[in-house]
T-cell receptor, first 115, second 112 residues
Framework: EAGVTQFPSHSVIEKGQTVTLRCDPISGHDNLYWYRRVMGKEIKFLLHFVKESKQDESGMPNNRFLAERTGGTYSTLKVQPAELEDSGVYFC?????????????FGNGTRLTVT | LAKTTQPISMDSYEGQEVNITCSHNNIATNDYITWYQQFPSQGPRFIIQGYKTKVTNEVASLFIPADRKSSTLSLPRVSLSDTAVYYCLVGDWDNYGQNFVFGPGTRLSVLP
C-alpha cells in the first residue's frame, strides 16, 4: 500500500509569488488533513477534508491560503501571494472515514522557503 | 487550548527502557490515544494506539490507566536510531467533528 505522498519535497520562492503544494492520500482514505510547522513552533492544524468537502478550515491563517480537493482524491494547497512568515513545513495526512481508532498517516511534508 | 502535556525532552542510553508519559485530562469517551515518532525531515510516523489498559506491538507498549487521563509509551531497549520527537495525540472534538491537535512532543535523545 502506497503511503501519503507530497510534492514537491522542497520549494523556494520569492515573496509575492505563488506556490501550489500537492498531497496524494492513501487510496480509499476519505479524510485528508493539512498541517503546518513554522520554525520553532508546534505542528498546527490547517484544515480537514472529508472527501471533496471542507469539514473544518478553522486553522487556515488567512485568505492567501486556498485548499482544494476536487473529486475527493488528491488535494492542493495554494499560497498566493506568499509572505515570509509562510515559510515552514507543510504536512498532509489521511485516515479512513467512520472509525474512531483510525490513525492519521502522514506524508513527509513540503518544506517551503519564502525569501 | 492544549489537549496533551508531555515532557519537552528526555535523555537515555542505549539498551535502556524509556517511558514517556502524556497527560490528556479532557480526553473524550470516544477518543483513542495515538503515539507518533518523528525524525528530522520526515512526517510523523504511527507507533501505537490504544483505548484502555495495555497494548503491545513489535516496537512499543502503551499503558493506559482506568481513568484514561494519561498514557505511557514504553520503548524497550532503545538504540541510537530511536532518537526522535515523540507525540501523543487524542481527538479534539468541536463543532466540526473530530480533529487532532499536536503538542510540542517529547524530544528523546539516546546516547551511546
Amino acid at each position: 500500500e502506497a503511503g501519503v505522498t507530497q510534492f514537491p519535497s522542497h520549494s523556494v520562492i520569492e515573496k509575492g509569488q505563488t506556490v501550489t503544494l500537492r498531497c496524494d492520500p492513501i487510496s480509499g482514505h476519505d479524510n485528508l488533513y493539512w498541517y503546518r510547522r513554522v520554525m520553532g513552533k508546534e505542528i498546527k492544524f490547517l484544515l480537514h477534508f472529508v472527501k471533496e468537502s471542507k469539514q473544518d478550515e478553522s486553522g487556515m491563517p488567512n485568505n492567501r491560503f486556498l485548499a482544494e480537493r476536487t473529486g475527493g482524491t488528491y488535494s492542493t494547497l495554494k499560497v498566493q501571494p506568499a509572505e515570509l512568515e509562510d515559510s515552514g513545513v507543510y504536512f498532509c495526512a489521511s485516515r479512513l472515514e467512520g472509525s474512531y481508532n483510525s490513525p492519521l498517516h502522514f506524508g513527509n511534508g513540503t518544506r517551503l522557503t519564502v525569501t | 487550548l492544549a489537549k496533551t502535556t508531555q515532557p519537552i525532552s528526555m535523555d537515555s542510553y542505549e539498551g535502556q527502557e524509556v517511558n514517556i508519559t502524556c497527560s490528556h485530562n479532557n480526553i473524550a469517551t470516544n477518543d483513542y490515544i495515538t503515539w507518533y515518532q518523528q525524525f528530522p525531515s520526515q512526517g510523523p510516523r504511527f507507533i501505537i494506539q490504544g483505548y484502555k489498559t495495555k497494548v503491545t506491538n513489535e516496537v512499543a507498549s502503551l499503558f493506559i490507566p482506568a481513568d484514561r487521563k494519561s498514557s505511557t509509551l514504553s520503548l524497550p531497549r532503545v538504540s541510537l536510531s530511536d532518537t526522535a520527537v515523540y507525540y501523543c495525540l487524542v481527538g479534539d472534538w468541536d463543532n466540526y467533528g473530530q480533529n487532532f491537535v499536536f503538542g510540542p512532543g517529547t524530544r528523546l535523545s539516546v546516547l551511546p
